[in-house]
């Protein structure tokens, strides 16, 4: 996978784990809400796979839960894949843990961007400070050059 393309899960992944949560609380599996994405050109690389997903249950005749499954096999994005697995795995086993496991996913994603964003801005604090330093300094330093003067006298020729 290209770093364009990871960038890109990576960018969307939290943000379609918060459509999830919203779209399977009003009755929606995996595969209807990415479905609904498709054309909406929000998440655009989740809407390339729901597109694949799309492809598969409706020309090749196999279940959503199956396409899912073979999405998973096949993905490149490994937090993606992982996620994947692990819905199938629990949606499979009827367990009540769905919702949770798809708010705790969500969460640790969204922890994950404002981690990234936090180094991101102590980057560019650090940045300015510097800046704010040297547009500081730079007068001082040039009015300090400006009276100081060699007494012609006091230089010594070798």
């Known amino acids: 996978m290209s770093s364009d393309m990871a960038s890109s899960y990576d960018d969307e992944f939290a943000y379609f ?18 479905a609904k994405l498709l054309g909406k050109n929000i998440l655009h690389s989740i809407e390339r796979d ?3 997903l ?11 839960s199956i396409a899912i499954n073979s999405l998973a096999l096949n993905h490149s994005h490994k ?7 692990s819905y199938y795995a ?10 949770g496991f798809v708010s705790k996913t969500a969460d640790v994603e969204f922890e994950k961007i ?4 936090e180094k991101s ?12 330093m040297a547009m500081i300094m730079a007068p001082i330093m ?17």
């Open 54 to 64: 799309k492809k598969w249950v409706s020309l090749d005749g196999h279940s959503e």
């Open 17 to 34: 784990l918060a459509y999830l949560q919203i779209s399977t609380a009003a009755g929606l599996g995996l595969y209807l809400s990415m």
């Open 121 to 132: 801005i102590g980057k560019v604090t650090s940045v300015f400070m510097y800046g704010a």
């Open 114 to 117: 404002i981690t990234q964003d």
């Open 90 to 99: 629990i949606s499979k086993s009827n367990t009540p843990g769905l919702d």
């Open 50 to 52: 729901a597109n694949t």
């Open 142 to 158: 040039m009015l300090t050059m400006m009276f100081m003067q060699t007494d012609p006298h006091s230089i010594q020729y070798i």
């Open 79 to 85: 937090t993606f894949q992982s996620f994947l697995f």
